[in-house]
């Protein structure tokens, strides 16, 4: 995975090898756009909510960034909005300082 830009970011993504929602997408769809993230507050609030609606969520990953508060979760909107979308818990601190090599 490559990130490039801030606002907004585009990820790149690489199916590697093994199983993977990317590679069931690529099988189905090609290659090209996957999904559109947006940047939420609570990502606890927006699986409650999806529950609450009837959205379902098709893969979620919580704990990530330095202090382990980052979430995600891609929603089953494909049909109903014709793309993915995935909320996304920007951690605190994405990743730890990395010292400069002298």
């Known amino acids: 995975m490559a990130l490039i830009g801030a ?3 585009v990820e790149l993504i690489e199916a590697l090898e ?3 929602l990317y590679h069931e997408w690529i099988e189905e ?3 090209g756009q996957h999904h559109i993230g947006f ?3 609570s990502y606890d609030d927006v699986i409650a909510q999806c529950a609450e609606s009837g959205v379902g969520v098709t893969q ?3 704990g990530y960034g330095v202090n382990g508060d980052g979430g995600f979760a ?3 909107t494909l049909e ?3 793309v993915i979308l995935e909320a996304i818990e920007v951690p605190a601190v994405r990743r730890p300082s990395e010292p400069i090599p002298e």
């Open 74 to 76: 891609y929603l089953d």
């Open 80 to 82: 109903s909005l014709g």
């Open 18 to 20: 093994g199983p993977s």
């Open 39 to 41: 940047w939420v507050d």
């Open 60 to 62: 979620t990953g919580k």
């Open 29 to 31: 769809h090609g290659y």
């Open 7 to 9: 606002d907004p970011q």
